[in-house]
């Protein structure tokens, strides 16, 4: 299961949104999750699962790996579908006992937060998969840029950002080798009551904490070696530049937006769209 994370991880591959400015991507990336809220329709969350799947096939990510990524979140999404399921006030009722009762609009309710929940992940998880780490970093500093003008530091902020999602896939790759290296020593993960299940995570936090710092520390003394004085002076190597394609994928992207809304509206004048 710790291999299965996919947030933070970079998949190399020639496609149309690789080639895409990462500026542009952090931008659509935050306007997708903004549209997650706005849909509130069966119809709506079929149209962004329909252009969600078209995105990911372009990009040329297996859609096997995206779905892979969503193993690591299945207690949440279980956790909320009960949620929703059994604490969702509603006037259809289908089965009750005490404070537990199940509703048609539980069931809905369950349903949608949990697709919900899932597009969140799978769209989040695509802006780093077809993004590098640095074209992150320079276009979080870019979009930041207009902050400093109230004293925001926009490229530590930036960097800070960048080097945890770049750490994510290294944490992940440290705490299966402490896992695979406790149970060769005896140690069982899998047996036993909760609070016992818990204690036995103790193994495995404290060397990862340790390992942590000590990259944390070992990354620091790289960047004070190499003469890093953060936006000081700095200069890049590949200057970011919105070309055609990028202004073609905004007027897709204002479109999509245009739909999503749209359909938001229409529920307004038709209240038995579901």
């Given at each position: 299961?710790?291999?299965?994370?996919?947030?933070?991880?970079?998949?190399?591959?020639?496609?149309?949104?690789?080639?895409?400015?990462?500026?542009?991507?952090?931008?659509?990336?935050?306007?997708?999750?903004?549209?997650?809220?706005?849909?509130?329709?069966?119809?709506?969350?079929?149209?962004v699962s329909i252009l969600l799947g078209?995105?990911?096939?372009?990009?040329?990510?297996?859609?096997?790996?995206?779905?892979?990524?969503?193993?690591?979140?299945?207690?949440?999404?279980?956790?909320?579908?009960?949620?929703?399921?059994?604490?969702?006030?509603?006037?259809?009722?289908?089965?009750?006992?005490?404070?537990?009762?199940?509703?048609?609009?539980?069931?809905?309710?369950?349903?949608?937060?949990?697709?919900?929940?899932?597009?969140?992940?799978?769209?989040?998880?695509?802006?780093?998969?077809?993004?590098?780490?640095?074209?992150?970093?320079?276009?979080?500093?870019?979009?930041?840029?207009?902050?400093?003008?109230?004293?925001?530091?926009?490229?530590?902020?930036?960097?800070?950002?960048?080097?945890?999602?770049?750490?994510?896939?290294?944490?992940?790759?440290?705490?299966?080798?402490?896992?695979?290296?406790?149970?060769?020593?005896?140690?069982?993960?899998?047996?036993?009551?909760?609070?016992?299940?818990?204690?036995?995570?103790?193994?495995?936090?404290?060397?990862?904490?340790?390992?942590?710092?000590?990259?944390?520390?070992?990354?620091?003394?790289?960047?004070?070696?190499?003469?890093?004085?953060?936006?000081?002076?700095?200069?890049?190597?590949?200057?970011?530049?919105?070309?055609?394609?990028?202004?073609?994928?905004?007027?897709?992207?204002?479109?999509?937006?245009?739909?999503?809304?749209?359909?938001?509206?229409?529920?307004?004048?038709?209240?038995?769209?579901?």
């Amino acid at each position: 299961m710790i291999r299965d994370i996919t947030i933070g991880q970079y998949y190399p591959a020639e496609s149309p949104i690789h080639r895409l400015d990462a500026r542009f991507k952090i931008i659509a990336a935050f306007l997708f999750i903004v549209s997650l809220f706005i849909v509130d329709t069966i119809i709506g969350y079929i149209c962004v699962s329909i252009l969600l799947g078209i995105v990911i096939r372009i990009s040329k990510v297996p859609f096997k790996f995206m779905v892979r990524g969503l193993k690591s979140i299945m207690i949440i999404i279980l956790f909320t579908a009960v949620i929703n399921l059994f604490l969702t006030q509603g006037e259809q009722v289908i089965w009750q006992f005490g404070v537990l009762h199940l509703t048609v609009e539980g069931i809905y309710m369950a349903v949608k937060m949990c697709v919900r929940l899932v597009l969140l992940i799978i769209g989040s998880s695509l802006l780093t998969l077809t993004t590098t780490p640095i074209q992150l970093t320079d276009g979080l500093e870019y979009l930041l840029h207009p902050l400093k003008k109230i004293g925001v530091p926009a490229h530590e902020i930036a960097m800070m950002m960048t080097i945890a999602l770049r750490f994510i896939p290294t944490l992940l790759d440290e705490t299966d080798k402490i896992i695979k290296a406790q149970q060769a020593r005896g140690a069982d993960f899998d047996t036993g009551n909760m609070m016992q299940k818990a204690k036995s995570m103790i193994p495995i936090l404290v060397p990862l904490f340790i390992s942590a710092f000590r990259r944390a520390e070992e990354l620091a003394m790289a960047m004070e070696a190499r003469c890093y004085h953060g936006d000081e002076n700095r200069t890049r190597m590949n200057v970011m530049c919105m070309q055609r394609r990028d202004y073609q994928a905004m007027v897709w992207t204002a479109l999509y937006l245009c739909i999503v809304v749209g359909l938001r509206v229409a529920v307004n004048f038709f209240p038995q769209m579901i």
